[in-house]
């Protein structure tokens, strides 16, 4: 079906040809200039969706949820959120280069559909010793966002901290994710959680000091905490870039990795043996809880924060094994929800509107549908490491047109690659008014023959002098591995 053409700048023709023009003008550049969001915000979810808060464990960052800031907007301590893990949240938010929310309870993990919780609106999952197995749609979901460059932050328990007493604690549950879903169940992370009740342990992180976990942003890691936890074997033949970080006491290589990380797809995964080192010791009222987060004889904060940001892409070198080519998801601003920012767009492109619906968000990127002769741009340049072999760039697009011709593409939306000079090196598509349809489709393209180059992506769309034609962009990825 049509959507409905865009009367904002058909408006302001109306009102110059009243002597309007420079009041409809001001409108506009006060509309356009307000962008959704920080330019620079990592999305993260916190998991309460599977027994997080069973018996004594509290691992919530606020009681107020999906989104902590309900309960104070501007935390200044762990105090300020009700949940064990407060200092946790607290910390990303005061940088201000975070977005948190949590999963409430009675909800379900999915990915690529339209909830404000959806995977595909954050860039890191954080499943804190959930304590009832995912169901099969949710480990597909799962495993989908981490193989299309999502990290996922998995923290574990001892064997037997089964807190809801269902038959399952949370080595057992993450197991069953890692060995009996959909996607890859032939050990995608190249690990296994041990059945293992560590009484109590400091164990010592590796040296490397050019780990991003280990010597990142918000300190550098030496030693974590074990309160009754397990431990990792790890298992590279399986998956090469797994890398055991922190090791129980008298352990290395591949038995007894407390703290590891390894890759997906595109995406990112970090282990942790115990839900001691994340708890900070206040939370509900009635919980027994153990302040591990502030334990003066480990330095678990800085290893939960550095994995955070790891994990969400804003480091440099963490689990890959020392490969030069870290598989991250490039493109900036890739689901628009930042607003104007980092992609070069012809005015009122990048928009909120709410005549042509987001497939995820509120922001996309609508080139033409105003009626009238127009060309819109949206670009971005972008870097591919030449040490990459996959360079996978997709996008979802919905067209819909009221042109009435089967035969003529009266109205075009190209895709290119240019060198940074502009010249042209490929048209990948042409798509026209003749492929409007109702609903997005995902399209893909190979960009992998433009390793070791800085190249421009560019969608130009061209539409004629009568009835619209709307090329509407959203959910963008360039996936290097």
Excluded at 40 to 63: P, Q
Aim: hydrophobic letters at 35%; a negative charge; proline letters at 3%.
């Amino acid at each position: 079906m049509p959507g409905s053409r865009r009367f904002r700048r058909r408006l302001t023709t109306g009102l110059a040809g009243l002597g309007l023009f420079v009041t409809a003008a001001a409108l506009q550049v006060t509309t356009d200039a307000t962008p959704a969001h920080a330019a620079t915000t990592h999305r993260v979810l916190f998991d309460n969706a599977h027994a997080e808060t069973a018996g004594n464990a509290d691992w919530i960052v606020s009681t107020s949820q999906p989104d902590p800031l309900g309960q104070n907007s501007s935390p200044t301590s762990e105090t300020s959120w009700t949940g064990a893990l407060s200092s946790w949240g607290v910390a990303l938010q005061k940088t201000g280069s975070y977005s948190l929310k949590t999963l409430p309870s009675g909800s379900s993990l999915s990915y690529g559909g339209s909830t404000a919780t959806d995977l595909a609106n954050f860039d890191t999952l954080v499943l804190p010793e959930p304590n009832t197995l995912f169901t099969t749609a949710e480990k597909t979901a799962i495993m989908n966002f981490v193989k299309n460059g999502g990290g996922l932050f998995m923290i574990s328990d001892h064997t037997g901290a089964d807190r809801n007493s269902d038959g399952y604690d949370a080595l057992e549950i993450l197991n069953d994710l890692m060995t009996n879903n959909s996607v890859d169940s032939t050990d995608p992370f190249g690990f296994s959680i041990d059945t293992l009740d560590v009484g109590s342990d400091y164990p010592t992180a590796i040296s490397d000091s050019s780990n991003a976990v280990l010597n990142g942003s918000f300190g550098k890691v030496t030693k974590s905490l074990i309160a009754d936890g397990t431990t990792a074997t790890l298992k590279p033949a399986d998956n090469s870039s797994v890398k055991g970080l922190v090791y129980r006491t008298g352990y290395s290589g591949n038995t007894g990795a407390f703290f590891a990380t390894s890759t997906f797809g595109s995406g990112r995964v970090a282990f942790w043996g115990d839900s001691s080192p994340i708890d900070d010791g206040t939370g509900q009222s009635g919980n027994t809880l153990y302040d591990g987060w502030n334990d003066t004889g480990a330095t678990n904060a800085a290893l939960a924060l550095n994995a955070t940001a790891w994990l969400a892409g804003t480091g440099t070198s963490g689990g890959g094994g020392g490969t030069t080519c870290t598989a991250s998801q490039l493109l900036g601003n890739n689901g628009f929800e930042s607003g104007n920012t980092v992609w070069s767009a012809s005015s009122g492109v990048i928009t909120n509107s709410s005549s042509e619906a987001a497939r995820t968000g509120s922001y996309k990127a609508w080139l033409d549908g105003y009626g009238t002769a127009t060309t819109d741009t949206l670009s971005q340049s972008v870097t591919i490491p030449a040490a990459c072999t996959t360079a996978a760039l997709s996008f979802y697009l919905h067209i819909d047109t009221a042109e009435t011709t089967t035969s003529t593409a009266y109205d075009t939306l190209k895709v290119q690659v240019l060198k940074s000079s502009g010249t042209v090196l490929s048209t990948l598509a042409t798509y026209s008014n003749l492929n409007a349809a109702s609903g997005y489709t995902q399209r893909s393209f190979s960009l992998a023959s433009y390793a070791g180059q800085t190249v421009t992506l560019k969608f130009t769309g061209v539409e004629g002098s009568t009835l619209q034609t709307s090329f509407v962009l959203d959910d963008t990825a360039l996936n290097v591995s």
